[in-house]
């Protein structure tokens, strides 16, 4: 629909700089999510695309128009509140059709986009109750029905799930993610939980400090993060210094381990090197498999028992190690171990 | 190119176009009259034939005399002590109706009542029931302790002012008790009962937790109060003991003299009652800040 | 809490006494004479035959009082809202200094402008009139309603407007459509604090009123400055009374306790 | 400047102007805003249900404007005039006044002029200057009125004693018997407060019993440039002086300051309860409408006090200059001076007439002395017997000044520099 | 340290009955969690426990001593509460102190217990400052900290981790539960997030509508929930309904399954079986595994990718089925699959 593009925005509050200098440019029709924690500026972001601040400097421009002078009612771009902003005097119905009610429209394609839009989030029987008799995923689903109704070209969405329980969050993704597909508006997000953005976007840009950290497909920045805030903000947990022996080999305290080589490196640089916790087979050190690359033998240090999966640290050569594996059988605390990883999963990031 | 020059002027301007009705009637009437009757004290009256502009003969003359210091000081006593007394009933009674007793329901109707009504009806109040000739007195006459009302212990009427404390201890209780209550619900009680987990007594959490949470309201409801009992002209006039007056009757004394230029001397007279309002609040509150930072909120 | 009923309440007894007789002299505890033993003798009116007819004004009194208190409320409703919206919203050079300024009021005693407003007032040809009063009373107001009003501002948070914004609203239909409706306990209780603030001046009703214009404190001080009470004075004080318990009953049915004191947080 | 109104105020008083075109005008004037002391619930009930619709009758709506003191509306006219608001300008048409109020608009030129003699009423007034009784109606506290003011109400200066608590034989006379009463009775008689007018006179009554040379109230009918302050000091002294001695013996005076009651109801509630046994006010009628109000105890009765200097004089209804409705400020001001008006005034308020009865009727002048309350304890011979006039306004505010300063203030300064540097500032 | 026994306790708000009537066992120095949606009655409990609040009937018992009449300032818990309740107006250290200076204990003796638990919750840079100046996490440590100098023989924590991200959250849950191992503290905490339960706890009392509806170590609940409710509220994500053919057959919508045999239900009933998405192996179809019981054939539906782990489901016979695997290769949406799952990992319940 619309096409985004901030071009070296930069935003400062009196003496505090907010975003230091940030460009991105998001397609037509892609879903982005603004990945970063807490104060990292996601929300001064949204907010100067949709118009509700001015950059300090730098331009918004949609489909390559600058919208400086636009004003917030004229973007039509639609934003979704972290805590919904439901207007609480008002019924759902009401709410929804704010947009439409404000613009005047006809009663009658009123009624006709509101019985639309309700049936898209199941809200009908709901119609007639007020925000406070909703429960959180319904609120949900009017904050997001209110917004798309009026056909907005760009669709914002700030952290829309932090305030929700585990279960509840899985299927609000599962339906923004469809909502959006089927409808194709452009779309940015923000939230502080890698999960979420991995799950939703088409590409995800990780905001450090008001700075663009990395912008990329969600399996690039979980398999290539550009350093290792990114990869640690990703998840991994298992990060080590390294030196590279040669192209294809490096060695960590916990031992040599073969690596893919990567363009850039040279011999004897200082690199880190990134194991992912569920990119590492474990075997109690009996079933320990034959010929095998990149064995590291340890002893089990710690469970953590998730339900769905179990987490083990494993101490191998003065390192911890942490390995995740589906819950299907059980290892004990002190066991002996041998860990084995595939080259082609220990990312190398130059120091 | 950010937002264009233009646009950020108007927003400007819209701003303080909505700040502007206030800001015109506060600063040309309010600043106007406080201008105005600072001129005058400064001896600027060209309608009373009078203009030695600028000259502190006015402010001379009165801080010159006795009786002004008296009238300061028996100002700043009623001021002070009724505003010290009802800032303890009116904590006092927060804190009992943050809890749950028997009748609250009414208690918190009727509490509020002498907020509701104009001092006036305090101090007619204050006369039936506390003059030499009042209810009061009528029973202790009939239990037989006085013979007659000139044996009645003076209360209205004279310079230690139990009958003005009285009007505005009563009028300002619900004043206080209800700041202050709101505030405490603002502030809820899971610090109070946290603090009881923690092994405080009632005491304790009361000194420690509570009190200091409820100073925002304690404050401003005091500055409120005080500043309108060093203003308060009805009550000291009515039930006062005569020479000397607080000052707001002196200077409505002066106001009505026949002798013109004193009005000058009368100006000067609300002057001095701003100044020392100003002073006194202005220390209270510089001290409360310095408070307000060791304690952490800013 | 019976102690403090009965200093609240206490009072009004001997005050109903009083407007019901005739002569009361000390030590009696009650009336020698009632007034209804007098009313058929006397050729003026009595007590409350005074206090109810229109010579007492008091009538006039109480539509003056209730309607000065009104339109003072609308009036600073309607200028302090966007003013307090921007206190609690926006940051600006000069705010600091600009909501020093709007507490003065405050801390200024009507008295010590009460005279100077006047002689402005009579130059601008509005002393005595409703219109000066009524601006008169806009200036002890305007720091409560103020105050309460951007407390609730700042409670309210800025995502609903600008959601609305979002959603297309201009400015007036966010104010009407959503700030105004999400505003209202806080708008009642101040509208509420204003009224009852206005109602109870009487400095500035006294010098500005110029005893064209009377409302319920001015008359009953008139009645009442030299200190005694006789049965027309205990009526009118009554009277000046009712639209206080008036008031009570509103705003115990209306707002919240919370609402009410919101301005004096900080 | 309205030249209409101009026009008119010269006509009317060049008397080129027929009363007809003045009743015209008043009646496209529609309203007339009086401005009286409102302390009175008789008055009031008065003004609004017998003059009130009088006025209507001619077609003038009643405006009264009850202040709490007489110098409000002064204050607010020399107010107006100053800020530029001329002849038909302003918003007082007729103020209740005497005394010093009145001097003050003189001095500043503030009044509309010469207007009562030219009333059609007027004949029931005594102008005739050669007759000593028409002093009152010419000269308001020593200043000539000039016509600038009419006659309204008759005052005297009259004490009630309650007849309960103190014994015929103790009813003191004179100021050395009300001493002498007090020192057996300490705190039981008070006077209002000065500036009070009621206070004043009483100080003033004081003051005359204590002239040095004897000469009573003769030498205060002179204006204080005439008398010069130094004489005046001298004649006044003795007077304070025993004001000033009797302090502790008056009511709250064992406390130090004794209460003294800031207006005549106040002093009221201190006689019905008891706490004082004496009331001294301006009242002929006091005791009589006291008891029908019920606000004056029931043994309450009229005495003579003190002998010889009880101050009789009238009060007076002024027009000011700039008037915004002259005609009807006229019109009430002639209707004012009718006999039904001073009939029904002194059955409603037992105020006395301002007008003259010798000039009346037999029948009117029957009419007038039947509306009167009559008196407790005293005939009115025993009055007339004992009238003095009043000060000169001039010396009024010397002698309040004085007593503010020596009396209440407790100043150090002899009573000659008080007076001399109060006579200085109002000579400002 | 001490025990806490819950006897049929029940509480009622007015006419509302907020818990209907709970038994509760917990062993002296166990970790229990409350776990349950939203407005079930945790935070009640919990407060009863504590003695802010008097049960309506039944009774608490510290030790089998009835505690009716213990105040509160006498029962020596603990609480860190939801929203931390930090005293705003205290640094730090006072707040830490607050319940040792209450008790007017040795200055020499509170500065060494605060030197101590500061180390513990590494907060000694932060020592003067106050709460509104500091994060999340470190607010909560507060809160811990001043809860745990006091040495409380019961610890309650109420959502303690609710605000927190996801990065912080973990640190804070391993950071209690060895604090907690380490002291031996009888400890009580409310969450609604089952993860979090899992995690933490030795034993998790799942509270439904004020009533406890299963209370039992983690993985029990994991495994053997003894409602669909309780599943459904562990994650649980494919429950069917089915009827036993034999003691270890029974047909589903999307074929016959071998189930492990379960005591008290017979040929005929009706059951619903539950595959837990991280039981299920699944394959492309070239690769099935030959001789394997519970092969289901299907065809992947969706996909979705969450960094460590990617889910499929996969349509089957009318039913959909979620599966979940580490992220090692990815499967194509439309790729037609085998799914395979052992016996012992399919959990029947009576319907
Ligand atoms: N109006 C403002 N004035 C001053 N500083 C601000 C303002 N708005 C935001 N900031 C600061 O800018 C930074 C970025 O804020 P922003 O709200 O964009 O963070 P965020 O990434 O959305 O964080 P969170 O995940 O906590 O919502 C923060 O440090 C914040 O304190
Ligand atoms: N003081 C009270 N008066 C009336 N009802 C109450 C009161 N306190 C709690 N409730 C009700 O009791 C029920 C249980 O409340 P509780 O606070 O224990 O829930 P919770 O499980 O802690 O929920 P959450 O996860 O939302 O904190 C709720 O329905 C709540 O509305
Ligand atoms: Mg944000
Ligand atoms: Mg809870």
């Not at chain 1, 406070?132 to 009017?142: T, Y």
């Not at chain 1, 040599?256 to 916790?277: F, Y």
């Not at chain 3, 020093?100 to 009139?129: D, H, N, Q």
């Not at chain 4, 209507?56 to 100053?82: F, M, S, Y």
Request: aromatic fraction near 10%; proline fraction near 5%; glycine fraction near 8%.
């Amino acid at each position: 629909m619309t096409e985004v593009r901030l071009n070296a925005v930069q935003k400062r509050f009196g003496a505090f700089t907010a975003i230091e200098s940030i460009d991105l440019d998001i397609k037509s029709g892609e879903l982005v999510a603004l990945l970063g924690p807490s104060g990292c500026g996601k929300t001064t972001t949204l907010r100067m695309i949709a118009g509700l601040e001015a950059p300090t400097s730098g331009e918004v421009l949609f489909d390559g128009k600058d919208v400086s002078d636009v004003a917030v009612q004229k973007r039509n771009v639609g934003m979704v509140f972290q805590r919904y902003a439901l207007f609480p005097h008002m019924t759902v119905e009401k709410n929804v059709t704010f947009g439409l009610d404000v613009r005047g429209l006809p009663k009658q394609e009123i009624n006709e986009r509101l019985e639309e839009i309700l049936d898209v989030v199941q809200l009908n029987q709901f119609r007639k109750r007020f925000p406070a008799q909703l429960s959180g995923g319904q609120m949900q689903r009017v904050a997001i029905a209110r917004t798309l109704i009026t056909k907005p070209s760009v669709l914002m969405m700030d952290e829309p799930l932090a305030n929700l329980d585990t279960k509840l969050r899985g299927e609000m993704r599962r339906f923004i993610r469809e909502l959006q597909k089927r409808l194709g508006i452009t779309t940015i997000f923000v939230t502080h939980d890698q999960v979420e953005a991995m799950e939703l976007a088409d590409r995800v840009a990780v905001i450090f400090n008001g700075k663009l950290a990395q912008f990329g497909a969600p399996q690039e920045l979980y398999q290539q993060p550009n350093s290792t805030e990114v990869a640690d903000f990703m998840g991994a947990s298992n990060i080590f210094s390294a030196r590279l022996l040669a192209a294809d080999r490096a060695e960590a305290s916990f031992g040599i381990i073969e690596i893919t080589p990567q363009a850039g490196l040279t011999t004897g640089a200082d690199v880190h090197v990134m194991l992912r916790s569920e990119g590492i087979d474990l075997y109690p050190q009996a079933e320990a498999p034959q010929g095998t690359q990149n064995l590291i033998s340890g002893q089990i240090k710690a469970r953590e028992f998730f339900g769905a999966s179990v987490q083990y640290v494993v101490s191998a050569g003065g390192a911890d190690i942490t390995v995740a594996e589906q819950s299907r059988r059980l290892l004990d605390v002190g066991q002996p171990v041998i860990l084995s990883v595939q080259p082609d999963r220990v990312w190398t990031i130059a120091r | 190119m950010a937002r264009s020059q233009e646009s950020a002027l108007r927003e400007k301007l819209w701003l303080w176009l909505q700040l502007s009705p206030v800001l015109l009637i506060l600063a040309v009437l309010f600043g106007g009259a406080l201008v105005l009757a600072v001129v005058q004290s400064l001896g600027f009256a060209p309608w009373f034939g009078v203009n030695t502009f600028p000259s502190f003969q006015y402010f001379g003359a009165l801080w010159g005399s006795a009786s002004f210091w008296e009238s300061l000081w028996l100002t700043l006593y009623y001021a002070t002590v009724s505003t010290v007394i009802a800032l303890a009933m009116g904590i006092a009674l927060a804190l009992a109706l943050v809890r749950t007793f028997p009748g609250k329901q009414l208690y918190k109707y009727i509490y509020k009542l002498p907020l509701m009504i104009p001092y006036t009806v305090g101090i007619a109040l204050a006369v039936i029931m506390l003059g030499n000739g009042g209810m009061v007195s009528r029973l202790a006459a009939f239990f037989g302790f006085i013979s007659d009302p000139s044996q009645f212990p003076q209360i209205l009427k004279t310079h230690a002012g139990w009958g003005i404390i009285a009007v505005y201890v009563w009028k300002q209780v619900p004043f206080i008790t209800l700041a202050i209550y709101a505030v405490m619900l603002g502030v809820g009680r899971e610090t109070e009962e946290a603090a009881a987990i923690l092994g405080a007594n009632r005491w304790q959490i009361l000194s420690q937790v509570t009190l200091p949470q409820i100073m925002p309201g304690v404050v401003s409801s005091t500055l409120i109060c005080f500043a309108f009992n060093v203003g308060a002209f009805e009550a000291p006039f009515i039930l006062g003991g005569g020479f000397p007056d607080t000052l707001p009757v002196v200077a409505w004394r002066y106001f009505n003299d026949a002798d013109y230029t004193l009005q000058l001397q009368g100006m000067a007279t609300v002057v001095s009652i701003a100044l020392v309002a100003g002073i006194i609040l202005f220390t209270y509150l510089a001290i409360y800040r310095r408070f307000e930072r060791k304690i952490g909120r800013n | 809490m019976i102690l403090i009923v009965g200093f609240i309440l206490g009072p009004f007894l001997p005050l109903i006494i009083q407007s019901l007789a005739f002569r009361w002299a000390w030590p009696d505890l009650l009336p020698s004479t009632w007034w209804m033993d007098q009313r058929e003798i006397s050729k003026l009116p009595l007590a409350w035959d005074y206090v109810l007819s229109p010579y007492s004004r008091i009538l006039e009194a109480t539509i003056n009082t209730v309607l000065i208190g009104s339109i003072v409320t609308v009036i600073c409703l309607a200028i302090c809202l966007p003013a307090a919206r921007v206190l609690a919203r926006e940051s600006f050079r000069g705010k600091s200094a600009f909501e020093f300024f709007l507490s003065l009021p405050l801390i200024v005693p009507e008295a010590a402008i009460g005279i100077a407003l006047l002689m402005i007032f009579i130059r601008m040809g509005i002393a005595g009139s409703y219109v000066g009063i009524i601006i008169a009373h806009l200036i002890p107001t305007i720091p409560y309603m103020i105050r309460m009003l951007t407390a609730v501002y700042q409670g309210l948070g800025k995502d609903f407007e600008e959601q609305a914004m979002i959603l297309g609203a201009s400015r007036w239909q966010v104010m009407r459509l959503v700030t105004l409706p999400m505003l209202l306990p806080g708008v009642v209780a101040g509208a509420l604090f204003t009224f009852l603030v206005s109602t109870n001046i009487f400095l500035l009703t006294f010098f500005l009123g110029q005893g064209k214009i009377i409302t319920l404190p001015t008359l009953l001080f008139s009645k009442i400055a030299g200190g005694t009470l006789d049965a027309s004075a205990a009526g009118i004080t009554l009277v000046v009374t009712l639209p206080g318990v008036v008031l009570l009953i509103i705003s115990e049915r209306f707002i919240k306790e919370e609402a009410f004191g919101k301005g004096f947080g900080n | 400047q309205d030249p209409a109104a101009t026009e008119f105020r010269k006509g009317f008083l060049a008397g080129s102007l027929d009363w007809s075109a003045v009743a015209e005008r008043a009646k496209s004037e529609g309203t007339v805003n009086l401005y009286y002391w409102g302390g009175s619930d008789p008055l009031n009930v008065w003004m609004d249900s017998i003059v009130a619709p009088a006025m209507a009758e001619l077609g003038v709506t009643l405006n009264p404007v009850r202040i709490t003191g007489t110098k409000d509306a002064v204050d607010l006219v020399l107010a107006e005039l100053g800020s530029g608001k001329m002849v038909g300008e302003g918003s007082v048409d007729a103020i209740w006044l005497n005394g010093e109020n009145f001097s003050t608009l003189k001095k500043q030129d503030a009044l509309f002029g010469a207007f009562a003699p030219l009333l059609p009423n007027a004949k029931n007034i005594e102008w005739d200057e050669t007759d000593p009784r028409s002093l009152l109606n010419l000269r308001d506290f020593g200043v000539l009125t000039g016509g600038a003011e009419v006659p309204w109400s008759g005052e005297q200066y009259v004490c009630a004693v309650n007849a309960d608590r103190v014994s015929a034989e103790d009813v003191p006379h004179s100021f050395d018997g009300l001493q002498t009463y007090l020192e057996a009775n300490p705190g039981k008689f008070i006077y209002v407060k000065p500036p009070h007018y009621i206070g004043n006179t009483f100080v003033q009554e004081a003051v005359y019993a204590h002239n040095p040379d004897g000469t009573g109230a003769a030498p205060f009918q002179q204006s204080l440039d005439e008398l010069g302050a130094a004489e005046l000091a001298r004649l006044i002294a003795p007077g304070l002086e025993y004001l000033k001695n009797i302090e502790p013996l008056l009511l709250g005076g064992d406390s130090g300051t004794p209460r003294y009651p800031e207006d005549s109801n106040a002093l009221d509630g201190l006689f019905l309860n008891g706490e004082v046994n004496f009331n001294c006010k301006f009242g002929l009628y006091a005791v009589a409408t006291g008891l029908s109000q019920g606000t004056y105890p029931e043994a309450a009765q009229e005495f003579v006090f003190p002998e010889g200097n009880m101050i009789k004089n009238k009060n007076y209804l002024a027009i000011p200059a700039n008037a915004p409705n002259p005609g009807a400020a006229l019109v009430l001001a002639d209707y004012m001076s009718t006999v039904e008006a001073q009939i029904s005034k002194l059955e409603f308020t037992g105020m006395p007439a301002g007008i003259d009865p010798w000039l009346l009727s037999d029948e009117d002048a029957a009419a007038l002395a039947a509306a009167s309350p009559g008196h407790t304890g005293l005939q009115a011979a025993d009055l007339d017997a004992n009238i003095a006039p009043d000060t000169n306004a001039t010396l009024v505010d010397v002698i309040e000044a004085t007593w503010l300063e020596y009396i209440e203030r407790d100043s150090t300064d002899s009573i000659e520099t008080i007076v001399t540097r109060a006579a200085e500032n109002l000579n400002q």
